[in-house]
């Protein structure tokens, strides 16, 4: 795998110098997009995002905002029945569970999986309703009203729930995410350097009980996820303009075992690695367009499986019974 990202890192450090060994004059580089005037920032190098390509026709807003306030209640509301037992006949009933140390629930996977998930489900909602006519300013503070008010109707469902409960430390990771997210989308020169993403890998229970079952829960498989505060180098002035652009800082943090029989023990930890930045890669390889500004939002969020992990910390660790 290191072998992978290592030539990963060459091939794309390779195909900048030789971008930067071909000069062209400078009214034929590629302008900074309009949604950041070039007086602002022009040291950096913007990617592209899915604000500069997509629209929608105006006549087709009212559907489509109607779309998004159905969807996000309705799927957790199904997902609810489903997957996490919802209205089982169970009272409602009020559960804190416990957030820290080596007995956390799911090793405070499960709490930062609801900051993430917030924070995901906002910026893009925040899309959503930039792309149907609100100022910025008002689709951030849409979009962060929108995912608390889904995340806290998930929350209430788990109220009556045999296997969950009301957790008001879930409600105040949720506010968290929401908050990181209308953070980043208000203030673009922070957006352009940090990053909340998230990484998944299926693990052997869930493989063995979607082979078996056909289906399964991926949001709570918690062992085969990572939760990652990144910077990227890329948008810092000047370093955005050398092949770093390309390189990620990673601080990530993960939980092994709880609840999953194929660890031997429960164990949190902490981690500091280095990253491929997807993000700006498929902005220079790919020609402007859907397809590029699609692959560059999708990769601002979500981190491949493919980073060196310089130095790992563990937290704690308990025998899994």
Do not use: C
């Amino acid at each position: 795998m290191k072998r992978i990202l290592t030539l990963t890192l060459f091939a794309l450090l390779s195909f900048n110098l030789t971008l930067s060994a071909q000069e062209t004059p400078a009214e034929e580089q590629q302008p900074i997009p309009p949604a950041v005037p070039a007086a602002e920032s022009p040291t950096v190098r913007l990617p592209v995002n899915l604000y500069d390509t997509y629209s929608f026709d105006e006549s087709k807003w009212p559907y489509i905002r109607t779309g998004i306030y159905l969807f996000g209640p309705g799927f957790v509301t199904v997902w609810g029945l489903v997957e996490w037992s919802w209205f089982d006949g169970t009272p409602f009933k009020y559960k804190p569970s416990k957030v820290w140390g080596a007995h956390a629930l799911n090793g405070a996977s499960d709490k930062f999986g609801h900051l993430y998930a917030t924070y995901a489900v906002k910026r893009l909602a925040t899309f959503f309703f930039r792309s149907t006519g609100s100022s910025p300013l008002r689709a951030n503070i849409e979009g962060g009203i929108y995912a608390s008010s889904v995340q806290l109707i998930m929350e209430i469902g788990d109220g009556f729930s045999s296997a969950q409960g009301f957790d008001i430390n879930d409600v105040i990771f949720n506010t968290v995410g929401a908050g990181i997210g209308m953070l980043l989308d208000g203030f673009p020169v922070l957006d352009r350097m940090f990053a909340l993403q998230w990484e998944y890998v299926p693990t052997k229970r869930f493989r063995k009980s979607f082979t078996d079952n056909w289906g399964g829960d991926f949001f709570t498989d918690y062992s085969g996820q990572k939760y990652l505060l990144v910077t990227k180098l890329g948008g810092i002035p000047y370093l955005s303009l050398t092949p770093l652009r390309y390189v990620n800082l990673d601080f990530g943090y993960y939980a092994r075992g709880y609840y999953n029989k194929y660890y031997k023990h429960d164990t949190r930890n902490i981690y500091l690695g280095v990253s491929v930045n997807y993000t700006i890669a498929f902005g220079d390889i790919l020609p402007a367009g859907y397809a590029s500004s699609t692959l560059q939002s999708f990769f601002n969020h979500y981190h491949p499986p493919f980073d060196l992990e310089a130095k790992d910390w563990e937290l704690t660790s308990a025998r899994n019974y």
